[in-house]
């Protein structure tokens, strides 16, 4: 590898990031720069220093990995969104020793004995309650991660974080490996048959990228393609290669990720019993809301045994729609889609003409505008990592500083070979608040959408319209956040209560009066026309039962193989992880059925959503909750979106999301909330 010239970019932190200069050789020599800065840094806080003081030991704790954690947060950024042999090469080479560092800080002693003796001083007695909370964390974080160990004890939890690391790492490149390596040429037009338009248009705009004569229609298992081909396609048979294609991904090969999860999980419970806890499950939600996995496991069997009769009677139904006494799995969306529009005379296709992209963002910044009264605009110029890419600033003209300048974000909407699939916010800048100081945040917001093809503008469904709302309301946790201590800003939350704000967003998608902001025809500027409006919302909650089970199957089957799954009992962990699934999929799964490897929630990091898979359904009835008290105020209600704003999105971890949520609501959630909106509560 041959030396870069010039200041190595990653060695700055940068409101506007410098994209077009970081290169895969920037990464390890800035990672080891900062890694030696941040060791020093650390020897600093530990050092004698008397009096302990927060400004001393906690304030410098809370500033440790700023910057290596920018360096690191850009690089894996990267990885996802552009990767390229260097780069995968160069950001696996730092991922052990960063890891390693990070594992090491909380198994350090003298670090553990400043934070202790700090904790018993004057001062803290008497701190501020978001500093409190911080000190109370903190203290509690070094004995949940083994500082009270012995010193075999810690070096095998350090040994287990740095092997997680590059495991997690190598399962998310087998799947993105395995989903690039597929892909289905169609020249025979007729074997097209029920696709829309906008599909085929797809289709052949991907053929075309690839240089394939004419006539070719190219299909791969990113999501716009493959949910095209799963709803509509008449064939059969090619739905059939499609989804085993799909399910099966990462399963065999050098690509198999089977050795991958099962090391994995024997990693995850060494370490739980290690730290005294039963399972893994214990270990990450004790500070969460859920607090344990039984807890958490109970919160979905009660969801399950309200949902089951209506599971039951949606699958019965669409067997006799079909005229078919059972279907096969690649035939359930195709089925109930010409069941929906049977029923409620309804395709989401003719939606999506009045969804135009540039349309829906912008009408999504005029409601946060409504509702919390910040200003997003779009900044052109701004280095980026892609000429698709764009990029926005946030603004709040109220703030008496005379600085309205509170945050700016990245959006990458479309799928790319090089990018990683599905749709997540990250954040790259967390800034801080003191008194009338306030740094401002930068933030991604990433999916895989609808691309534009053939002179048409980026024409989405709704369920895409949906997911740019979804991660438009996790990007405004992290860039509304006012909270003085880093490590507790933004969405640094738990995670049972991080999807509250960007589930709360999705349901202004399905609002007359918030769609006619943004949903109007793509030629004509036209809304969507009252009949199809109507036809949209009655159709909402089709097949709804179905919708949650299939949430519920993935938190059943993430919690049960980190309670109680081991190789000696559960066997082969596809087959394990199948038989949990087929009490919640409307149809027999296959034998070979190996969705479990391309699961990239559960084991493309760490943790994740590791043992808290659930959090999706906890946060939806949060969020359905929430919701009503917009729709009895009104859905554009500022005094609602400032009661909001300042009790759940600019709060960050500063307090107990329990008490943030009650604070908000002026009482705990109501359980029965999600299923009255999604049609499934039982009434008397």
């Avoid at 990464?27 to 020093?40: F, G, I």
């Avoid at 501020?128 to 500082?147: I, Y």
């Avoid at 994995?264 to 859920?290: C, H, P, Q, T, W």
Wanted: glycine residues 6%; aromatic residues 12%.
């Amino acid at each position: 590898m041959q030396p870069f010239a010039g200041p190595n970019p990653l060695l700055e932190i940068k409101f506007q990031i410098p994209f077009d200069q970081i290169r895969a050789e920037h990464v390890q020599p800035a990672v080891t720069e900062l890694l030696r800065d941040a060791r020093e840094r650390l020897d600093q806080i530990t050092s004698e220093a008397w009096p302990r003081t927060f400004a001393n030991t906690m304030e410098p704790l809370d500033k440790l990995g700023e910057r290596l954690d920018y360096a690191v947060g850009i690089t894996r950024h990267l990885e996802a969104v552009s990767t390229t042999p260097e780069l995968r090469a160069a950001y696996n080479a730092v991922q052990p020793p960063v890891s390693e560092f990070y594992s090491s800080l909380l198994l350090n002693d003298a670090l553990w004995r400043a934070v202790q003796s700090y904790s018993k001083s004057d001062e803290a007695r008497n701190l501020s309650a978001t500093r409190r909370r911080f000190l109370e964390k903190t203290v509690d974080n070094f004995r949940r991660h083994g500082a009270e160990l012995d010193a075999a004890g810690k070096q095998r939890i350090s040994e287990i974080d740095v092997e997680l690391s590059k495991l997690t790492m190598r399962f998310s490149e087998n799947v993105l490996d395995s989903t690039n390596e597929f892909d289905l040429v169609i020249t025979d037009e007729g074997k097209l048959a029920g696709l829309p338009e906008s599909a085929v248009a797809m289709g052949r705009a991907s053929a075309a990228s690839k240089g394939l004569p004419e006539p070719s229609w190219r299909f791969t298992l990113q999501a716009p393609s493959y949910i095209a081909l799963m709803t509509y396609l008449d064939d059969s048979g090619t739905r059939r290669q499609v989804y085993e294609a799909f399910v099966n991904r990462a399963v065999e090969g050098s690509r198999d990720n089977r050795p991958i999860i099962g090391r994995i999980l024997e990693l995850r419970r060494e370490k739980a019993n290690l730290l005294g806890y039963s399972d893994f499950a214990d270990l990450v939600l004790e500070d969460r809301m859920a607090h344990t996995g039984a807890r958490a496991q109970q919160f979905l069997v009660d969801l399950k045994q309200k949902t089951e009769s209506y599971f039951q009677k949606e699958n019965r139904e669409l067997c006799a729609f079909a005229g078919k006494g059972e279907l096969a799995p690649w035939d359930i969306g195709y089925y109930a889609e010409r069941q929906r529009a049977a029923l409620y005379d309804f395709d989401e296709e003719a939606l999506r003409p009045y969804f135009p992209l540039e349309s829906v963002v912008y009408g999504m910044f005029e409601i946060v505008q409504r509702l919390y009264g910040i200003r997003v605009v779009e900044k052109p110029g701004v280095p980026v990592w892609d000429p698709q890419v764009k990029y926005y600033e946030i603004h709040d003209d109220s703030r008496a500083s005379g600085d309205s300048l509170i945050g700016a974000f990245y959006a990458d909407w479309f799928p790319r070979e090089n990018k990683r699939g599905g749709a997540w916010m990250d954040a790259f800048i967390t800034g801080i608040a003191f008194g009338n100081r306030l740094e401002p945040h930068v933030g991604l917001i990433c999916g895989n959408l609808t691309p534009p093809v053939n002179g048409l503008p980026s024409l989405l469904t709704h369920r895409e319209v949906q997911t740019i709302f979804h991660e438009f309301g996790h990007l405004l946790h992290h860039c509304l956040s006012q909270v003085e201590v880093r490590t507790l800003a933004g969405a640094n939350v738990a995670w049972d209560f991080v999807e509250l704000p960007s589930q709360i967003m999705e349901n202004w998608c399905w609002e007359r009066e918030a769609l006619d902001l943004f949903a109007k025809h793509y030629k004509t500027g036209q809304r969507i026309p009252d009949d199809l409006f109507e036809k949209m919302r009655r159709a909402r909650n089709f097949r709804a039962a179905n919708t949650q089970m299939r949430q519920l199957g993935f938190g059943f089957v993430d919690l049960a193989l980190h309670r109680e799954f081991s190789p000696q009992s559960g066997g082969d962990v596809l087959a394990y992880s199948r038989r949990i699934l087929a009490d919640f999929t409307p149809a027999k799964l296959p034998e070979h059925y190996g969705m479990i490897a391309s699961f990239t929630h559960l084991f493309a990091s760490p943790v994740g959503y590791g043992a808290g898979y659930y959090s999706y359904k906890w946060a939806e009835v949060l969020d359905a909750d929430a919701f009503t008290m917009f729709q009895t105020r009104g859905i554009f209600s500022r005094d609602i979106g400032s009661r909001f704003r300042q009790n759940i999105l600019s709060r960050g971890d500063s307090q107990d999301p329990a008490e943030l949520y009650r604070t908000f609501m002026g009482r705990d959630p109501d359980p029965n909330a999600l299923l009255e909106r999604s049609g499934l509560l039982v009434t008397k």
